[in-house]
């Protein structure tokens, strides 16, 4: 089992910037190989918005956030982060960790194990 602790959430106005951060506990070692972030704003699916194998490799972002947010882990402290720039209104979502023992594709929420309990974020025009 693996225990995902979600922070940094809050209100900005557009343009401003955002850290999120993710605590990991638990069962590290086999539970976190895929790490992602997800959102759902109110009325709407689930987002994939941004993904890393946390052994290294390509990170994934949904087009609406590259060159926007970026996301990084802190192994030593089993800390995943998304730092979000140039928010829009259209980010305003909840915005979910969530870990997996294996997975092929890291924007896929159906692929995930273990999730957050969530932060909000809100972004005003």
């Known amino acids: 089992q693996v225990q995902l602790v979600e922070s940094g959430g809050g209100s900005v106005q557009a343009g401003g910037s955002l850290r999120l951060s993710c605590a990991a506990s638990?069962?590290?070692?086999?539970?976190?190989?895929?790490m992602g972030w997800f959102r759902q704003a109110p009325g709407k699916e689930r987002e994939g918005v941004a993904g890393?194998?946390?052994?290294?490799?390509?990170?994934y972002y949904a087009d609406s956030v590259k060159g926007r947010f970026t996301i990084s882990q802190d192994n030593a402290k089993n800390t995943l982060f998304l730092q979000m720039d140039s928010l829009k209104p259209e980010d305003t979502a909840m915005y979910y960790c969530?870990?997996?023992?294996?997975?092929?594709?890291?924007?896929?929420?159906?692929?995930?194990?273990?999730w957050g309990q969530g932060t909000r974020v809100t972004v005003s025009s």
């Open positions: 890393i194998y946390t052994g290294g490799g390509r990170p």
């Open positions: 638990g069962d590290i070692s086999h539970g976190t190989y895929c």
């Open positions: 969530a870990a997996a023992g294996f997975c092929v594709n890291l924007g896929a929420g159906d692929e995930y194990h273990y």
